[in-house]
């Protein structure tokens, strides 16, 4: 059952066993998968098309040679929904060992709203920039961010961070959110003269903030804010106490991750969180 359906879970096994007359514990079955080298894991990827592995892996090919100085004048940017409550709503798959990335043991995923608060952030190499959340951006406006409201940010955020992280003469990676690409959006960025690193899409694993955002919300488990307040402050602090080293080491990892997409063939590879 498990062969045939990865995401089958042990109540389901027991279920169907006890619908042919054979009756065992759930610990039994699970005992039994681990024998036979499986264990269970919770593990989501975003839609990968065919269209999306050629982007990846051309972009691959084309930066894997880039220099190191190359990769620490990039701003990097993002959005992440940071939950009250520590819950990914991840599936558990059961598989073996090494064959965590093959494709029937991932489930897709599109990006969505919500969450208990929303913010971009931005970081370097050299550390990471500035948080910001996007209710309170928004103000008497909806707490959902768009073309516009994104543009505020970048104007506030931008010139401020990158001069502060690498200097005057910086790269800007964001990806192809539709609020990101919009006419106005990139109208405006054209107007800064601002630079822009060309990204493909569906590819967080390519971008060292998600594993960065990973960091802030692991710090958060630890912490247990009770309600929003709390958790904005608990969220900067978190971020703010992400280390040098830790942002260097993670945009240090683009050839490796690179190398990842290649060896993947476009497909999603273990950088994902």
Partial sequence: ???????????????????????????????????????????????????????????????LKKPALFWKNILWTDETKINLYQNDGKKKVWRRRGTAHYPKHTT???????????????????????LVFIDDVTQDRSSRMNSEVFRDILSAQIQLNAVKLIGRRFMIQMDNDPKHTAKATLEFIKAKRWKILEWPSQSPDLNPIEHAFHLLKTKLQTERPTNKQQLKAAAVKAWQSIKKEETQHLVM?????????????????????
């Fill in 1 to 63: 059952m498990v062969k045939r359906n990865p995401f089958t879970t042990a109540n389901q096994v027991n279920n169907t066993l006890q619908g042919v007359g054979v009756s065992i514990s759930k610990c039994t079955i699970k005992r039994r998968l681990h024998e036979s080298k499986h264990r269970g894991c919770r593990r989501c990827k975003p839609l990968i098309s065919l269209k999306n592995r050629k982007a990846r892996l051309d972009f691959a090919k084309e930066h």
């Fill in 108 to 130: 897709s995923s599109v990006k969505h709203g919500g969450g208990s608060v929303m913010a971009w952030a931005c970081m370097a190499a050299s550390g990471t920039g500035t």
């Fill in 253 to 273: 990892s683009m050839s490796s991750r690179l190398q990842a997409v290649i060896a993947s063939k476009g497909f999603s590879t273990k950088y994902k969180k």
